[in-house]
């Protein structure tokens, strides 16, 4: 598949590994890079991510990990000054590359200047740390090691059900629209499915495909 994106990970913790895993299933191309070499061993044994066993922060690292083939880089390492470094040094070699940094504390907003993106630790999760790397208009609420998923789900513009009230599509069974982004109004037959909106929309993970195609195109 020529296009699949390629993600670089710093960080073979749980969460680094589940991220990788994650995304993984999607249809992503990894690249791990483990700062200690015993972890990095135990990452590899997965065969899941290609692990490279070295500091993210050095340069010589990063180029090896090839970042200017990648699309985006997760710092999730436990030390925030360290994923921020991660962050930066990630931009200076490629300058277009997406980056995500697990932070300890802030705002939103406060590391714009650093990262592209921050997560904080009580948000942290491979479902959502995925989410951002992907780039995909889905984000996951509640996610499959559960058995409903639970999504915030955004209506392409040439979706199938797109302009269309709940009363006019036919989602397959095992699926649900919730609510509006939000959560404003409980789903009825008479909301319609704007282009461009949000919604939260509960999913069985046999028919996830299925719905994100009619939301999705």
Known sequence: MPDTKRIVIAGGGRIGLRTAQELADRGYEIVLIE???ARSEEVADEYVAMV???DATAPSILEQADLERADAIAALTDEPGTNLAICMEAKRIAPHIRTLARTGTGTEDEYDEIADATILPQELSANTAADILSGDEVRTIIGTHHDLEILEIKVAEDAPVAGHTLAEISLPKGSLVISDRNRT????????LEPGEYYIVG????????VLNLFRG
Request: aromatic share 0%; net charge negative; glycine share 4%.
């Open 203 to 210: 999913v069985e993970p046999d028919v996830l495909d299925e």
């Open 35 to 37: 700062k200690e070499e």
């Open 52 to 54: 490279l066993q070295g």
């Open 185 to 192: 109004q409980i789903a009825r037959a008479d909301m319609e």
